[in-house]
């Protein structure tokens, strides 16, 4: 079984001990996502407080990753998302559905965690992708 560690130079490298995406078995499988925009780990931002400009940076991310891996974000499967307020579910929605056809969304399950990795994040989304 082939196992291919995936790291895009359009994406903030990771600052812990994991790889953006691991390709498997005719999948990718993308680490949680995060909001940073900016290929240096010294100088990525981060849009503070604004949840729709947090998700489609995320978004971005993810799809620099899946087309790193020969992937696509049309090929995904299955999405993990965490916000840390869910009163705020359907502006994030609103931004999500932005980034799909109608009628090709990926399985989803989304979920409030009040601390993610960093105190500015108020979203991260992991992502399973056909290769």
Not at 5 to 24: N, Q
Not at 39 to 56: C, F, N, P, S, Y
Not at 95 to 111: I, S, V
Request: charged residues 20%.
């Amino acid at each position: 079984m082939a196992r291919d560690v995936i790291t895009s130079p359009r994406v903030t490298p990771m600052r812990s001990g994991v790889s953006h995406a691991v390709k498997c078995n005719g999948f990718v499988f993308v680490t949680g996502a995060t909001p940073f925009r900016g290929a240096d780990r010294m100088t990525a931002e981060i849009d503070k407080g604004d949840l729709t400009a947090q998700v489609h940076q995320v978004m971005r991310n993810i799809t620099a990753i899946l087309e790193e891996a020969g992937s696509s974000l049309d090929r995904a499967v299955k999405m993990n998302v965490a916000v840390t307020d869910l009163t705020r579910y359907a502006e994030f929605d609103a931004a999500f559905r932005t980034w799909f056809a109608e009628g090709n969304f990926p399985a989803r399950q989304t979920t409030e965690s009040v601390h993610l990795a960093h105190p500015d994040f108020l979203v991260s989304i992991d992502c399973i992708a056909e290769a």
